[in-house]
């Protein structure tokens, strides 16, 4: 394999495989673990500047009811500015690090850029400090889905949206510009969408993961983790796309007590029988599957610049199917084109609810993404349209066109129309009535057949954060001299020359009503269970739903392993002679081991919401009301069995009378003495401020040295 090959693979294996904030992914961190799968920490440095575009050298508009073209723009049309946020972590002990803001220089003779730049601050640190201590608050009394309302709304059922809790809550343009952009990167979204997000689903992220958080990477990348996870696997068909899913005629059985099986058929039209089928894939996907229909717009295979030429062909893409891919994300099936007796009518209906954006990242070596100062150059490059609106939301279009509505009206001296002038206080049928024709993020009118909500790109779309990745700093096998970038919603275009790789992807984006559908999934594939029990089963209540997108919170890998670990759960529950026997003979290190104490949490929380239905026992509800238990629980079970480790391999040490290894017992029997010493909350916080003290001290030691014209970064991990 060519080295530029070897280049590209490393780039596209880590797109996949960022634990950004850990705190927020234990399942997957205990999944990691027990395959074997290291991972390492990352500098938390960031750079927030903003882009000029040209607006002279875009391309010709697209005619009325087209998607809008892929931007074709390079980077002699853009002008990028200086980051107006920054920030450098310092190392302030073996296993912690500290994120602080940078500041400019202090120059005597022009002052206003430190002033400028330290009041930005001040209003960023105000806030900030303001939603840590509401979201916190919030979670600890059990109550983040009422976040962003106002008390007499509480048990309404109605989401705030982060665009409600930010503007209601008065929070600064200099907190939005930082906010806002840094979420729509973590969500891989445009700005539209992350607006529609609810409060408690980005809050509950904030109150988890902040302010100690730590930024994590996958040390090999995602080959060992698919090679890890699939080592016990029997059969793996490869480049097999299953186009239909179907029951075998029941006249055919010979075992009238055994349940019929379902049968994949694939595209090469190969039968192949099995008893579940667990759909890992997009919901989007999964209806289109289970309608028996093709993906209407398919996303184009990744294009890569150069391959070996034993390489097949097939698997890749051309630069032009990147270039003019349609940006709106299709709804490859409606719930209304499905008949009443379809077997898979109500999973399909469950599915559509899930709105999905079309994605582009870009592997390159372009580093006018970057800031122009070399200095500034950050881990992590966040950069957005001088034309984009952070705040903005489908719901501004409906309320311009009412509040134009009303002026002409009242210019008119005539009465108002019978729905309301306030776009928040309308019931769903006005709102979805007066959103009809619009659409979010793009500037053409696209609404998505058999659904409501509205679809964009947010790379087809200024309105949107872009995201430049150096991977030098994460892999050091790509060495120094020539930086290789990962652009996600690239607003412009690399430069043609210095392209390695393109692809698209699409992502799961929250919403209302996509919240209401995991409840509903959650819910069927929990009758599944009944329904298989009593043998009044059919052949869909034995077909079940994992990934991101059926799990509370931001669609991510944490919603994958947990959700997989439910389905597994309620398919044993359902059929115990399923049961597997490892888990039982499975080694300690083992993933099932690892879970036993939080599989038994989750059956005991099931039967008593079954014992005592008072009160919203949806998933939603109990996810955001215990998660944070469980993960302090998690940790705590974690830690006990690391000193029962400790405690045995003491104990070998000793049996073995080696010096050498006693040392390194007793040294990890200390280590977890001081893991319980600080288990407590005030001992934590003492800890914690000291660290920061510490970390301020070598911060202003960097200001000092860079305010007199020498190179600070040394002090620092940027």
């Known amino acids: 394999m060519s ?39 990352a ?26 073209p892929v931007l074709t723009r390079l980077t002699k049309d853009v002008d990028i500015e200086a980051p107006y946020l920054s920030s450098r972590s310092y190392k302030v002990s073996s296993d912690h690090t500290i994120t602080l803001p940078d500041l400019p220089p ?8 430190f002033g400028r730049r330290l009041l930005g601050y001040y209003r960023i640190a105000r806030d900030y400090v303001r939603m840590l201590t509401v979201s916190k608050e919030f979670m600890t ?15 309404n059922g109605r989401l705030a949206s982060l665009r409600e809790f930010l503007i209601k809550g008065g929070y600064s343009h200099d907190f939005s510009a930082f906010f806002v952009p840094l979420f729509a990167c973590v969500c891989t979204c445009s700005f539209d969408r992350m ?24 040390s090999s990348g995602v080959k060992e983790v698919t090679e890890n996870l699939s080592k016990n696997i029997g059969t793996i068909h490869y480049n097999t796309m299953v186009e239909k899913i179907i029951e075998v005629d029941p006249t055919s059985m010979t075992d009238e007590k055994k349940p019929c099986p379902i049968v994949l058929i694939d595209s ?54 990147h270039d003019f891919t349609d940006p709106v994300t299709p709804k490859d099936v409606s719930a209304e084109s499905i008949s009443t007796d379809h077997p898979f009518r109500h999973q399909i209906n469950t599915l559509t609810k899930f709105p999905y954006e079309r994605t582009q990242v870009v592997c390159h070596t372009d580093t006018s993404f970057l800031p122009k100062d070399r200095a500034s150059w950050r881990l992590l490059n966040i950069a957005k349209s001088t ?11 409906v309320a311009a066109e009412l509040e134009q509505q009303r002026e002409q009206q009242e210019r008119q001296e005539c009465t108002t129309t019978g729905f309301s002038m306030d776009p928040l206080a309308m019931n769903d049928s006005e709102l979805k009535n007066r959103n009809k024709g619009y659409d979010s993020g793009i500037s053409s009118p ?74 509903e999934l959650n819910q069927q594939m929990e009758e599944q269970i009944d329904r298989l029990l009593d043998s009044t089963s059919s052949v869909a209540d034995r077909v079940w739903f994992v990934g991101s997108y059926a799990y509370p919170g931001i669609p991510l890998l944490e919603g994958c392993v947990v959700s997989a670990a439910q389905v597994m759960e309620r398919i044993i529950a359902a059929e115990p002679d399923l049961r597997l026997a490892a888990s039982v003979t499975a080694p300690k290190e083992s993933l099932l081991k690892r879970d036993e104490p939080m599989r038994e949490r989750r059956l005991r929380r099931k039967q008593e919401m079954v014992q005592d239905p008072i009160g919203d026992n949806s998933a939603s509800a109990v996810y955001f009301t215990t998660a944070w238990k469980d993960t302090l629980e998690d940790e705590h079970i974690w830690a006990e069995q690391e000193r029962a480790s400790l405690e045995e391999a003491k104990q070998v040490v000793a049996a073995a009378s080696s010096q050498s290894l006693g040392t390194v017992a007793e040294k990890g029997h200390f280590s977890s003495a001081v893991g319980s010493w600080t288990s407590n909350v005030y001992v934590e916080v003492a800890w914690m401020l000291l660290l920061y003290i510490a970390a301020i001290v070598q911060w202003w030691m960097v200001f000092m040295l860079e305010s007199a014209g020498f190179d600070g970064s040394r002090w620092a991990l940027a």
């Open 3 to 41: 080295h530029k090959s070897k280049i590209d693979n490393l780039l596209q294996y880590h797109l996949l495989t960022q634990l950004p904030f850990v705190e927020y992914y234990p399942n997957l961190v205990r999944l990691y673990r027990s395959i074997d799968v290291k991972f390492h920490d």
């Open 43 to 68: 500098d938390n440095t960031l750079a927030c500047f903003d882009v000029t575009l040209d607006k002279s050298s875009s391309s010709s508009s697209s005619s009325e009811g087209d998607a809008l």
């Open 106 to 113: 202090l120059s005597i003779w022009n002052p206003y850029p």
């Open 141 to 155: 009394q059990g109550q983040m889905m009422e976040i962003g309302k106002d008390a007499s709304e509480w048990g």
């Open 195 to 218: 607006m529609e997000y609810p409060a408690c689903v980005v809050l509950e992220y904030v109150a988890r993961c902040m302010p100690f958080g730590r930024m994590q990477f996958v």
């Open 268 to 321: 090469k039209g190969v039968h192949r029988e099995f008893d579940h089928v667990i759909f890992a894939t997009q919901a989007n996907q999964a209806a289109a599957t289970l309608a028996g229909q093709k993906a209407s717009k398919p996303l184009p295979k990744p294009y890569v610049t150069s391959r070996e030429k034993d390489d097949d062909e097939s698997n890749y893409g051309c630069k032009e199917e």
């Open 387 to 397: 034309t984009a609106d952070i705040l903005a939301s489908p719901l501004d279009k």
């Open 446 to 519: 696209q609404w998505s057949s058999g659904s409501n909500t509205p679809t964009s790109t947010a790379s087809q779309s200024h309105n949107s954060a872009m995201a430049t990745h150096i991977m030098n700093n994460t892999a050091t096998s790509l060495g120094t001299t020539t930086k290789f970038l990962q652009t996600t919603n690239p607003i412009f275009q690399p430069k043609p020359e210095t392209l390695i790789s393109s692809a698209w992807f699409e992502r799961a984006v929250v919403n209302p009503e996509s919240m209401k559908a995991v409840d």
